[in-house]
């Protein structure tokens, strides 16, 4: 059974540091394209970034140079690296696997919460 | 790039149907039919209800079906049921420097 559990979620002040992790169960997180996703408090879903199985990165615009998306093969785990946190970065962080001939998101997990907040 | 542009609300009865569109540009619906969309109940991670436009994944029931045309997508839920008030996002790929966008979100209330 797949499954996907984050954590490293919190209040952390702006400017700060925070690395989410998401580990993986019933598959290969090197072997799939690995997406982060957030969702603002009552708002809709944000793609923030991805990393493919050949280990190419990407980001979208907002996030650009203050994350850094990575994977540990031995753990099976995905992360997000986050730095120079800002209000507009509270949200909900889902890791999701993606599907990548057909760009979609099959599996998700739980969510871990970011706030930061002064 | 700008999210996609869903309606705020959709609502219809027990037995009913309802479409929620998904309008997006020339540069991601238009060009891609890799459009997806997610059910997320409150509180809850979002489910893939459909992917490439109008396929569903085994498990999902067949009273949900995606369509396209043009640069706008559509689901349509038919014969509507009590479990399927939450909310639903529209997802597209667009291209190698963008890589994916969602819709705006669509609030589905069933009467």
């Known amino acids: 059974e797949v499954q996907l559990v984050e954590s490293g979620g919190g209040l952390i002040q702006p400017g700060g540091s925070l690395r989410l992790s998401c580990a993986a169960s019933?598959?290969?997180?090197?072997?799939?394209?690995m997406s982060w996703v957030r969702q603002a408090p009552g708002k809709g879903l944000e793609w923030v970034s991805v990393?493919?199985?050949?280990?190419?990165?990407y980001y979208a615009d907002s996030v650009k140079g203050r994350f850094t998306i990575s994977r540990d093969n031995s753990k099976n785990t995905l992360y997000l690296q986050m730095n120079s946190l800002r209000a507009e970065d509270t949200a909900v962080y889902y890791c999701a696997r993606g599907y990548p001939v057909g760009a979609f998101f099959d599996y998700w997990g739980q969510g871990t919460l970011v706030t930061v907040s002064s | 790039q700008s999210a996609l542009t869903q309606p705020a609300s959709v609502s219809g009865s027990p037995g009913q149907s309802i479409t929620i569109s998904c309008t997006g540009t020339s540069s991601d619906v238009g060009s891609y039919n890799l459009v997806s969309w997610y059910q997320q109940h409150p509180g809850k991670a979002p489910k893939l209800m459909i992917y490439?436009?109008?396929k569903r994944p085994s498990g999902v029931s067949n009273r949900f079906s995606g369509s396209k045309s043009g640069n706008t997508a559509s689901l349509t839920i038919s014969g509507l049921q009590a479990e399927d008030e939450a909310d639903y996002y529209c997802c597209s790929y667009a291209g190698s420097s963008i890589l994916y966008v969602f819709g705006t979100g669509t609030k589905v209330t069933v009467l």
């Open positions: 019933g598959f290969t997180v090197s072997s799939n394209y």
């Open positions: 490439e436009v109008s």
């Open positions: 990393i493919y199985s050949g280990g190419s990165t």
